[in-house]
């Protein structure tokens, strides 16, 4: 993570256990308040609707309710106020009274940018904050070329997570038919062949000019069209060689070279996109069990305590954590002797409660103090960008991918090198 850019992947968790933090709340009434801030929208309107409905709460006959709404607009306009103008891909506020237990209730107060501009103007008082805006965002912006093509057109596209980016479009001037017979048929069929010829060409110069600076950022090109041109120009090699090598095989059968043409293009390849996805994962997966099973020459370490310990070595390739992982990482320090010690607790709704250590396992018995308590995920991506190691989450939707969580605690690795010591029991694949 070079300068101060955050991982997309650890951007992406964060936002997602962010708004699971969020969807936990609850209200005793319409104590919460949700609000959606598009890019674009002026803020002097949004303070004076908040300004209004701050007006409206004061008839609100539940004393309480009451008190809990126009305490929460009030700290929601100071959070606006903080705003000169809303930022490129929008906010959200979500601030309210939740409920906590024994008939009472504690103030929150979240702001979200999100990864993806908002597309909507919402304000909304409910028992829960309304989170269906954010929840598309969650999944990762993969970035795919679309091209959609016949003899008559070229439309070219991105696909960034679920958002279709329409490029460019193109008439090609080629004669569909001519009505020339005798001497003048075989030219006129030739002059065709050649203005085709052309008019591809300048398709893949066109690629090449919209897809090639963002080839590393690519995860494939989708191409599609209607009839056999779409695999003339792939099999002819129009493309530039670093595109060709991206297509996804098969080309898809679409019937429009527009717009809709790439709404056309995406819906058929949903399918495809998904397999794609969880093939990559199943692939590292399985290669993480074939080291496993060479124990105990293997290049492989799993578990907590295991991979920890690869890390702080710095012989870790490539770190898989699942997404299920969810792990608080405290940080003890001994009273007594002096001595850090590192635990981590599952948190979330259903985890069960980790007992916390009482006492210093170096010096036999010193009390502790807590000094951090930090998100395991968090922590362990910092820890990678120190020693230089990729990292890579695994969602809990493949069969490899449940086996990550469920059999290997939600973390692994894939090392470079040995580390010696007693090496974890080998498992089988199943």
């Not at 936002?15 to 319409?30: D, V, W, Y």
């Not at 609707?49 to 700290?75: C, D, H, M, P, W």
């Amino acid at each position: 993570m070079p300068g101060n850019e955050m991982d997309p992947q650890l951007a992406r968790y964060q936002f997602r256990r962010m708004l699971e933090e969020i969807s936990q709340a609850e209200g005793r009434g319409t104590e919460l308040v949700t609000l959606y801030v598009p890019p674009g929208r002026a803020i002097s309107d949004v303070l004076g609707y908040l300004r209004n409905e701050a007006a409206q709460a004061g008839n609100i006959k539940s004393r309480v309710t009451r008190k809990n709404v126009t305490g929460a607009l009030e700290t929601l306009m100071n959070k606006v106020k903080q705003y000169k103008q809303a930022p490129p891909h929008g906010v959200a506020f979500f601030v309210g009274a939740k409920a906590v237990g024994a008939d009472r209730s504690e103030n929150v107060a979240y702001v979200i940018e999100p990864p993806e501009p908002l597309n909507t103007y919402m304000y909304r008082c409910d028992s829960h904050f309304v989170l269906d805006p954010l929840l598309d965002m969650i999944h990762e912006p993969e970035v795919w070329g679309l091209i959609v093509m016949d003899r008559a057109e070229v439309t070219f596209g991105f696909l960034r997570g679920k958002r279709i980016e329409p490029l460019r479009n193109k008439q090609s001037q080629v004669p569909s038919k001519h009505g020339r017979g005798g001497q003048s048929q075989h030219r006129f069929e030739r002059l065709i062949e050649h203005a085709a010829h052309d008019f591809f060409v300048r398709c893949g110069e066109m690629a090449t000019e919209l897809f090639l600076p963002q080839k590393d950022r690519l995860k494939g090109i989708l191409l599609g069209g209607p009839g056999a041109t779409k695999e003339y120009f792939y099999k002819e090699g129009y493309l530039h060689y670093e595109l060709q090598a991206k297509v996804v095989q098969p080309l898809f059968d679409v019937g429009y070279t527009d717009e809709y043409g790439l709404r056309e293009l995406v819906e058929k390849a949903t399918a495809t996109l998904h397999g794609l996805e969880l093939t990559e994962e199943k692939e590292i997966i399985q290669k993480l069990l074939r080291e496993i099973k060479k124990s105990p020459q293997g290049l492989a370490a799993y578990g907590e305590k295991e991979v920890q310990r690869a890390l702080e070595a710095g012989a870790v390739e490539t770190l898989l954590v699942s997404e299920g992982l969810h792990r608080k990482r405290l940080a003890f320090r001994c009273t007594a002797c002096g001595k850090p010690l590192l635990r981590s607790t599952a948190e979330g709704p259903g985890a069960p409660p980790d007992a916390p250590p009482t006492s210093c396992p170096s010096c036999g018995g010193g009390p502790l103090t807590l000094e951090r308590s930090e998100d395991l995920v968090t922590s362990l991506f910092e820890e990678a960008t120190r020693y230089g190691t990729q990292v890579k989450m695994i969602s809990t939707e493949s069969e490899e991918g449940e086996m990550l969580l469920k059999a290997f605690g939600g973390l692994a690795a894939i090392l470079r090198f040995g580390i010696g010591g007693s090496p974890p029991p080998a498992l089988s694949s199943r």
